[in-house]
């Protein structure tokens, strides 16, 4: 996963492990940007997830060349789009963690099975701001979300963890 902070939409891709870089596309709006990549997609064709803050969850199937939102089940809350991460040993499973807005619950976390095209929020972690979201890289059932309840200041939170897919917490 890599975060972008406030991009302008532009995504840039290198083929010199970072020597050089070409803006490969400008479609993606505006706002802070995670970027997670399926590496089991072939180079040429890869899959790439952004996560768009104000603006939602997007799709290239064509290493960032175009890009399709994907915010089916997430409503309203698109906007608040926080933290993206991919299961590495099913890569059409994807976490979403959302934050909030002024007290307002509009965080938590949602998981999407058929590659973004929908998303369902997880019970069990209140719907506060979700920060940061982790995949235990030998158990992919295993998943960690780092939780406060106020992004400014935060008085409650931690670290919670599932072992099942995010069914419990």
Same mark, same amino acid.
Request: proline share 3%.
């Given at each position: 996963? /890599? =975060?972008i #902070?406030?991009?302008d939409?532009q995504?840039?891709k290198?083929n010199d492990?970072? *020597?050089?870089? %070409? ?5 993606l709006?505006?706002?802070r940007?995670? /970027? *997670?990549l399926? /590496?089991?997609?072939? !180079?040429? !064709?890869r %899959?790439?997830f952004?996560?768009v803050? $104000?603006?939602?969850?997007? $799709? !290239?199937?064509? *290493?960032?060349?175009?890009w399709?939102?994907k ?6 809350? *698109? &906007?608040?789009?926080? =933290?993206?991460?991919?299961? #590495?040993?099913?890569? +059409? &499973? @994807?976490?979403l963690? /959302?934050n909030t ?9 949602y ?5 973004g ?8 972690? #209140?719907?506060? =701001?979700?920060?940061d @979201?982790?995949?235990? +890289?030998?158990n992919?059932? &295993?998943?960690?979300a780092?939780? %406060?309840n106020?992004?400014?200041? +935060? ?7 599932t072992?099942d ?5």
């Open positions: 996963t /890599l =975060d #902070p406030y991009s939409g995504v840039l290198s492990q970072g *020597a050089s870089w %070409t803006v490969i596309q400008n479609g709006p505006e706002g940007t995670i /970027l *997670a399926d /590496l089991n997609s072939s !180079s040429d !064709s %899959t790439i952004a996560a803050h $104000r603006n939602g969850v997007y $799709r !290239s199937n064509d *290493a960032g060349q175009t399709v939102a915010n089916e089940g997430l409503g309203a809350n *698109a &906007t608040y789009v926080w =933290d993206l991460v991919i299961d #590495p040993a099913n890569t +059409s &499973t @994807l976490y963690g /959302l807005v002024s007290g307002e619950e509009t965080g938590g976390i998981k999407s099975v058929d590659s095209d929908s998303w369902t929020l997880l019970d069990g972690v #209140p719907t506060w =701001d979700v920060l @979201l982790a995949i235990d +890289s030998d992919s059932g &295993t998943v960690y780092g939780v %406060t106020s992004f400014a200041w +935060s008085e409650e939170g931690g670290l919670y963890q072992v897919g995010g069914s419990t917490w």
